[in-house]
């Protein structure tokens, strides 16, 4: 690509045209959903979260820390923000903290909802670019000519270990605490056919890449990517609620 073409993309990225879906399910063994997702696409803002907590503290959490994300990442902010990759970021680390301030407020005055709080991750995509956001366990993960690969990392203490007797669902970070760090950042630039999948760990610890993988290469769109990943969770025992997202960038919109 010639050093102009690079300037051009630069200064006026070309929107990409998407195709997106969201669901979630109570699985098979839990009694309620606590999974909360949110899909903007005129927005371009892709949420999921996955609540943790007593009575119906996590359910409370997770649909809590969307609502405040959403209203903290205005349709101004993002207009104006969107050729600017670190202003996104800034946008979008700021958005989580107001988020985890308003679950701690909620759960401070209500003893029932005291110690709720939940995983989360947010997509928002400008131009070309795709910014990921994220704490805990929820994962983002990029489809690209039949690789799979996970964006984020997990923020738990099973995490990069093979250790038996560490508890998979116990998370480092999450909203609902104290935030020491700040929420985990990526940007990936979007080429054409890529997909974007956010999940809650309720699908990915019941389902492995190479499925994953062949889900996303073998849908003819995201909706039935969604209900086929989704079903495949249940089907191999549907232990936890499951969340989809899915992003597909359209063949014909961007040309690298």
């Known amino acids: 690509m010639s050093f102009f073409k690079q300037l051009i993309q630069l200064f006026f990225p070309k929107q990409v045209r998407l195709d997106s879906f969201g669901r979630t399910d109570t699985g098979l063994l839990r009694q309620a959903n606590e999974d909360s997702y949110a899909l903007l ?4 803002i892709y949420l999921v979260a996955d609540g943790m907590g007593g009575h119906n503290g996590g359910e409370v959490a997770s649909r809590m820390a969307i609502e405040s994300t959403l209203t903290a990442i205005s349709e101004e902010d993002i207009r104006k923000n969107k050729n600017n990759a670190l202003a996104c970021r800034h946008l979008l680390i700021q958005a989580f903290r107001q988020a985890n301030q308003d679950v701690l407020t909620a759960a401070a005055k209500d003893e029932e909802l005291l110690g709720m709080g939940c995983t989360m991750i947010c997509a928002l995509t ?30 738990s203490l099973a995490a990069g270990t093979n250790k038996k007797g560490i508890a998979k669902n116990v998370v480092t970070r ?5 935030m020491e760090q700040d929420p985990e950042y990526h940007c990936v630039e979007l080429k054409s056919k890529d997909q974007i999948l956010l999940c809650s760990d ?13 889900t996303l290469q073998q849908a003819t769109n995201p909706e039935q990517a969604c209900t086929t990943l989704i079903n495949q ?20 919109s961007c040309l690298l």
């Open 41 to 44: 696409a005129e927005r371009g």
């Open 126 to 155: 400008t131009g070309r670019q795709a910014h990921l956001c994220h704490v805990g366990d929820v994962r983002g993960y990029l489809f690209r000519k039949g690789e799979l690969i996970q964006i984020t990392s997990d923020h």
């Open 174 to 178: 999450c909203i609902g605490v104290t």
């Open 202 to 214: 309720g699908l990915w610890n019941m389902v492995d890449d190479k499925t994953i993988t062949t």
């Open 233 to 252: 969770a249940n089907d191999a025992g549907g232990r936890d609620n499951i969340t989809a997202i899915i992003i597909r960038v359209d063949a014909n």
